[in-house]
């Protein structure tokens, strides 16, 4: 059998990813090599962005209470209390907690995952890839249309499609541990010490304290040879305190690494997530950009298997993400300098200070680090929403009298089309199997000004009016393809 996709990877971004394309009707299986999920957890926050791509479908409920996590730029606090819109991450939520959140999903939409398969090489057809993996009988091959490589840092799709993964060498070491028994002071987005030194401590579940130590000098060094001893006895040397008593759940160690590869595509090759971009975990984006990855490529390869997407559609997904891949590079680069420089960075620490305290300089910086600041091109308009995405609490009042969120309106991954005149192109009404559309009101205190906008599965929006200077048509050509193709659909 030949399948249409085949994920590589069963992280938080592979299970996306694959909930993604099931939702577009497509026939997904996940490989996985490891044979059972890890308990331990390198990501332990995810963005506000990350944050509404799970609730526009459903599944944010699923993880329980969130804590808001701050926000910070190399250690110097922004205060996003002064903005309108939440820009408030979660922490606290530790990975393990997210994939077993997101296995269930993929699961429930009849995605087979298939642990303890490493996959070994592939070779591309006409048709196809034909994949080799080693698993639990042996070896074997499988063959799919497309393969999307979410295979973390050291990808071994990105090695076989040979594609480049440029960035500099990484110059300094962190240690982070998951610990239990142990009472110090929260700090939550780390603590600046002389020297360029740098500790951090924060609330995970279950009473576990994620701590991170990085003394100045400290090397990049191989995760196997770390003891918490090690650990212990550097966060005493700065801080003072010993934490020597406390029970090591998970100990590993990082770098200051960050790289972005340079194709998100080859072929029939895809990657997302870890796999195109990497940046020390301090950062607090590494899973939430490549959570986005998953949610910009998913609805867009289903789009292809199923008949319907227009002329280069794929080719949007390497060029609206590889730019904020590179962005998130930059922005790690500049942030580590700043927090682990020594007190010669003072005075620029002391301008970045300043300069947050003002809105529209802590707005830019907060936008990107939430990722409510992206921006996708969708053509030539004014309107200040045209290509963000539509917040996902923004309401409407149906005809029926019942109120509705846009979230909510976005769990089946299809675009949606909503008109408060009831007026729009015929055109629109003949790609029901891809696109909803209703008319409705804005609810009182919800109005962003808009008669009628075009939103795509992924939540951007493609088409206001007013605001857009293009014709409704050709968004949603661009976006949905023609009206003369049949398609399966997806699962309810």
Known sequence: ??????????????????????????????????????????????????????????????????????????????????????????????????????????????????????????????????????????????????????????????????????????TRGFYTADVTGIETRRRRIGENLPGGSMVMAMDLENGVTRVVVHERGMPPRDRDSLSYTELADAWQRLTGESIHHGECRWISCFTDASRVASEYRRGRVFLAGDATHVQPPAMAQGLSVGVQDAVNLGWKLAAVINGWAPDGLLDTYHAERQPIGRQLARNARAAIELRLTGEEMDPIRSVMGELVAYKDAAGHLAGMLSGLGIRYDMGPGDHPLLGKRMPPDQELTLTDGTRTRIADLLHT????????????????????????????????????????????????????????????????????????????????
């Open 1 to 170: 059998m030949t399948r249409d996709v085949i994920v590589v990877g069963a992280g938080p971004v592979g299970l996306m990813m694959a909930g993604e394309l099931r939702l577009g009707g497509v026939e997904v299986v996940v490989y996985e090599k490891l044979p059972s999920p890890p308990r331990e957890s390198r990501g332990a926050s995810f963005t506000r962005r990350t944050a509404e791509c799970f609730d526009q479908r459903g599944l944010l409920g699923r993880l329980g209470e969130t804590e808001p996590a701050d926000s910070h730029f190399g250690g110097v606090p922004i205060d996003l209390g002064m903005f309108e819109e939440n820009h408030f991450g979660a922490r606290g939520i530790s990975q393990f907690r997210t994939e077993r959140m997101l296995e269930g999903w993929a699961t429930e939409l009849g995605v087979p995952i298939l642990r303890g398969y490493e996959v070994t090489g592939f070779r591309e057809t006409p048709d196809g890839v034909v994949v080799a993996f080693d698993g639990p009988d042996g070896p074997g091959e499988d063959t799919a249309r497309y393969v999307v490589g979410c295979d973390g840092g050291r990808s071994t799709i990105r090695r076989l499609a040979g594609i480049d993964f440029p960035g500099p060498e990484p």
């Open 413 to 492: 991954a299809q675009g949606l089309l909503i008109t408060t005149t009831g007026q729009t192109d015929q055109p629109a009404h003949d790609r029901t199997d891809r696109l909803h559309t209703l008319t409705a009101t804005w609810a009182p205190g919800h109005d962003p000004g808009l008669d009628t906008v075009l939103i795509r599965p992924d939540g951007y929006i493609a088409w206001t009016s007013p605001g857009t200077d293009t014709p409704l048509t050709d968004a949603l050509d661009r976006w949905f393809g023609t009206t003369r193709t049949t398609v399966t659909t997806g699962p309810a």
